[in-house]
């Protein structure tokens, strides 16, 4: 049934001069511009760099061939190294935070690449080392300056029209959100001229048969399904009818299919696999992450003995009990290990009926409540890293009444211990830590682990180790 909101063709009444169809760039030219002017910028910063330099310092004119042999490098691969991790996009240029960190970074990389080559060619006496540091600085701050002019000009030229937008004609259910859609076209490069509602179980309204027969002759640019059924036999007659008019068809899974086609592929034979599940790790990617548990834990437990010495004298002034508090869990394959924590509450419980501590909870005790605020509370858990009992990265671990309690009612819930535990994951970097009020915040929280178990790598690692410092120190509260 068509609800009565929604028809079975909607027109969005935009005209070709609305949404600059007849005049300026196509949209996704803009990479293309970015990158032209990121070379540029980058060569004209090293012949200021160095010639600056030589300048200011012996107030003479430095030799521009090897300092132009310099710019070209360093322009070429920074620009290649942007293009190869889709720096360029129209949507990734515009994110000012993640692009100053790409810029410090490859800028740092291909100086210090340079740098080496020149030293092992023996031909250092024409870069001075004044002269590189400048570039790298004139560098930085000309490529930080232009992410900031997109910032400000790409929204406003988007909105008066000033580039070439593709007119997108789109099928989907009922209950999808054209607004939605609306944002990520625009994002795109597009704009949504006309939607056709499919009927509840995928097919094409009667009415609307003709206009998609006619969208050759409406002058769409491209066709976009949204398809959320796990039914495709009416999604083929849709691209069977599509094939009578020359214009690109694109097919966006929703829903199940959704899920299904964002896990990783592969090939075999002549069909596609996709891997809903990852094997665990192998002997390799498992010994690579001991190394680093092992390392990480043993500096942080050495370098932050003063801290864990004075917490521990505090809790025994502040409350009869003991400093630290032990408790099973569950870890890698469902084998038990003993948690340790410092003692921040007044009760010690490790049995069948144990409550999460909430907010202002009568329990913690006044260093307690000091120590949680700030995660310190997790410190004593470095030792059980080093034992090889948790991971410093890896899903945490819950008491053994909740597992019990989550296990029957989240079907992959258990799917979490292929993995060791960890201080730290990509769930708590991601704001689902602490309490778990109801079944949706747990749900949570395993999607995500469940994300991170999938997607493992050693850099992945890095960044949560990296971003969890970061939310300490901001916020003091991870975990």
């Known amino acids: 049934m068509i609800t009565p909101i929604q028809t079975e063709i909607e027109d969005h009444s935009i005209s070709y001069e609305d949404i600059g169809r007849t005049r300026g760039l196509e949209y996704r030219s803009i990479a293309y511009v970015a990158a032209c002017m990121d070379f540029i910028a980058l060569l004209l910063a090293s012949l200021a760099g160095y010639s600056g330099y030589e300048y200011l310092a012996f107030r003479s004119a430095a030799d521009p061939s090897?300092?132009?042999?310099?710019?070209?490098?360093?322009?070429?691969?920074?620009?290649?190294?942007?293009?190869?991790?889709?720096?360029?996009?129209?949507?990734?240029?515009q994110l000012i935070r993640q692009q100053i960190r790409l810029t410090c970074v490859l800028i740092a990389s291909t100086l210090a690449f340079l740098l080496t080559v020149i030293f092992f060619l023996k031909i250092g006496d024409a870069y001075s080392r004044g002269g590189t540091l400048m570039t790298a600085a004139l560098s930085v701050c000309s490529l930080?300056?232009?992410?900031?002019?997109w910032n400000w000009y790409l929204p406003s030229a988007a909105a008066s029209a000033s580039f070439k937008r593709k007119r997108v004609l789109l099928l989907c259910g009922q209950d999808f959100s054209i607004e939605q859609w609306r944002h990520l076209a625009a994002a795109s490069g597009m704009t949504l001229a006309q939607t056709i509602r499919l009927s509840e179980d995928g097919s094409l309204p009667p009415s609307a048969m003709e206009r998609l027969r006619q969208s050759q002759a409406e002058r769409f640019d491209e066709v976009f399904i949204i398809w959320q059924g796990a039914n495709v036999a009416n999604l083929e007659l849709h691209l069977a009818e599509l094939r009578r008019s020359a214009l690109p068809v694109?097919?966006?899974?929703?829903?199940?299919?959704?899920?299904?086609?964002?896990?990783p592929s592969g090939k075999i034979g002549g069909m596609t696999a996709f891997q809903t599940q990852r094997p665990p790790l192998n002997a390799y990617e498992r010994g690579i992450k001991r190394a680093f548990d092992i390392a990480f834990s043993l500096a942080a437990l050495l370098s932050l003995f003063p801290l864990l010495l004075v917490v521990a004298v505090a809790i025994k002034l502040d409350s009869p009990g003991p400093i630290l508090f032990k408790q099973t869990r569950r870890g890698y394959g469902g084998r038990?290990?003993?948690?340790?924590?410092?003692?921040s509450m007044s009760v010690m419980e490790d049995g069948d009926d144990i409550r999460q501590a909430t907010r202002n909870d009568r329990r913690v005790t006044r260093?307690?409540?000091i120590i949680r605020a700030a995660s310190i509370d997790e410190l004593p858990q470095f030792w059980n890293v080093l034992r090889g009992d948790m991971s410093t990265v890896g899903p945490r671990p819950h008491a053994l009444a909740h597992d019990e309690l989550y296990d029957a009612q989240i079907v992959k819930y258990a799917y979490r211990r292929h993995v060791k535990p960890g201080l730290t994951?990509?769930?708590?970097i991601n704001n689902c830590?602490?309490?778990?009020?109801?079944?949706?915040?747990?749900?949570?929280?395993?999607?995500?682990?469940?994300?991170?178990?999938?997607?493992?790598?050693?850099?992945?690692?890095?960044?949560?180790?990296?971003?969890?410092a970061l939310q300490i120190c901001d916020f003091g509260k991870v975990y």
């Open 336 to 343: 038990s290990f003993r948690i340790l924590k410092f003692r």
């Open 425 to 428: 994951g990509w769930a708590q």
């Open 433 to 468: 830590r602490g309490e778990t009020p109801d079944i949706e915040k747990m749900e949570q929280r395993i999607f995500h682990d469940l994300w991170y178990i999938n997607n493992w790598s050693f850099w992945l690692d890095l960044k949560i180790v990296f971003r969890t």
């Open 367 to 369: 260093v307690g409540a």
């Open 66 to 93: 090897p300092v132009l042999g310099i710019g070209l490098v360093l322009s070429t691969i920074f620009v290649l190294g942007m293009h190869s991790v889709q720096a360029y996009k129209p949507e990734n240029i």
């Open 144 to 149: 930080v300056a232009l992410r900031v002019f």
């Open 250 to 263: 694109n097919v966006i899974f929703d829903g199940v299919l959704g899920r299904l086609t964002n896990t």
